[in-house]
Structure formats: structure tokens, C-alpha cells
T-cell receptor, first 114, second 111 residues
């Protein structure tokens, strides 16, 4: 059945290491988004992509990178430049041009520093 | 000033009562408004969307929008312990566009 799959569920990063979080959707959604959530906080937008091979920075893009080579996939790399990466990372997707469609979320990835 | 503001709570309501959650937003260009429910440790789940001024009802939930006052609210009738969660308000300027989230209101429904 259709949905948004994020993997892994838990991830640990060592100092100086880059890590990549996976997000795959089979909903035929055009747009995909990455959010970061810190404990007791709302969601903050990291990057978003409206179409393949195009993406825009959100509010907190520093220390992160993304790619959108396929419609179904939008991986997020947390680079060593992100000094405080411990958070809950959420991927979302939505239609782009079919009226006002809301975003739907994957189950998230919890990233911690070793 | 935050773009989307919510009272962080906790909002404590007895079982069977009405929970009333409020959200204000600063961007007058906002067109679409959403309420998400997030259980502890889980991802947000869409429970309501509203695009026009007035009320929209779905089961025990009613969303209310007043664009002139830049205010959106969520009422939960006949509150159940399973409604205990954090409720996130979100706004966007256009379809398929990025959402701006409030910090969420934690709701506790006591049996």
C-alpha cells in the first residue's frame, strides 16, 4: 500500500562523519520536504523539492544537503558541518498542483551523536 | 514574533469535555491551514485542513478559520484519553508549498 518510508529508524553519527537519511514515497507526489524536530518544539524546514532535479533551502539548511534524482526519492545528508545534529528528522510529501493538498509524513528517523 | 504561535500547554481537560486549541499566524498571504496530531515519539498525522473562513466539522473535530483576525482554532468534542497528544498548527501560502508550523499545544485528557 502507498506511503512514505524513512530509513533507518535510528541512526548514530560519529564526530566528523556524514550520514544519509533515506526517504522514499510511492504516492506519486510531486513535492517532498525534510523537517527537523527538537524535543518539545515544532517542525523546522530544512530543504524542499517541488520537482525532480530541483530543490530549495528551507529555514535551517546549513550543515545539510539533499538530492532529488528521482520523483520517489529525496535523501538528506547530515554533514559534519552540522554541529548539533541530534534531532527527530521527518520527511513529508504532497501533490504540487492539485488544489490545496496537505503534506503527509513518514515515520521519522532519530539521529544521535555517539 | 513567531510566524505561527500556539500556547504550548499542557491543556488539561476532563474526559468528555471540549478541548479548545488556538493558533495565530502573522503571514497574511497564508491560504491553507492544517491541524496535525502528534503522539509522543511518533510522526505528525493530519486530522483537519481548512481553506475558507468559517467552520469545518469532521467527526469530533471542528476547525475554525478567521483570516481577518489571522486566527485558526481546533475544537475536540467529547475528548477521550486517546486524544492526549501534541497538536500542531501549520499554514502555507499555496497548494503544495512549504508549511510553517507552530510549536504545538500539548493536550492531556484525564479520565
Amino acid at each position: 500500500d502507498g506511503g512514505i518510508t524513512q530509513s533507518p529508524k535510528y541512526l548514530f553519527r560519529k564526530e566528523g562523519q556524514n550520514v544519509t537519511l533515506s526517504c522514499e514515497q510511492n504516492l506519486n507526489h510531486d513535492a517532498m520536504y525534510w523537517y527537523r524536530q527538537d524535543p518539545g518544539q515544532g517542525l523546522r524546514l530544512i530543504y524542499y523539492s517541488q520537482i525532480v532535479n530541483d530543490f530549495q533551502k528551507g529555514d535551517i539548511a546549513e550543515g545539510y544537503s539533499v538530492s532529488r534524482e528521482k520523483k520517489e526519492s529525496f535523501p538528506l545528508t547530515v554533514t559534519s558541518a552540522q554541529k548539533n545534529p541530534t534531532a527527530f528528522y521527518l520527511c513529508a510529501s504532497s501533490f504540487r498542483d492539485r488544489g490545496s493538498q496537505p503534506q503527509h509524513f513518514g515515520d521519522g528517523t532519530r539521529l544521535s551523536i555517539l | 514574533q513567531k510566524e505561527v504561535e500556539q500556547n504550548s500547554g499542557p491543556l488539561s481537560v476532563p474526559e468528555g469535555a471540549i478541548a479548545s486549541l488556538n493558533c495565530t499566524y502573522s503571514d497574511r498571504g497564508s491560504q491553507s491551514f492544517f491541524w496535525y496530531r502528534q503522539y509522543s515519539g511518533k510522526s505528525p498525522e493530519l486530522i483537519m485542513s481548512i481553506y475558507s473562513n468559517g467552520d469545518k466539522e469532521d467527526g469530533r473535530f471542528t476547525a475554525q478559520l478567521n483570516k481577518a483576525s489571522q486566527y485558526v482554532s481546533l475544537l475536540i468534542r467529547d475528548s477521550q484519553p486517546s486524544d492526549s497528544a501534541t497538536y500542531l498548527c501549520a499554514c502555507s501560502r499555496a497548494a503544495g508549498n512549504k508549511l510553517t508550523f507552530g510549536g504545538g499545544t500539548r493536550v492531556l485528557v484525564k479520565p
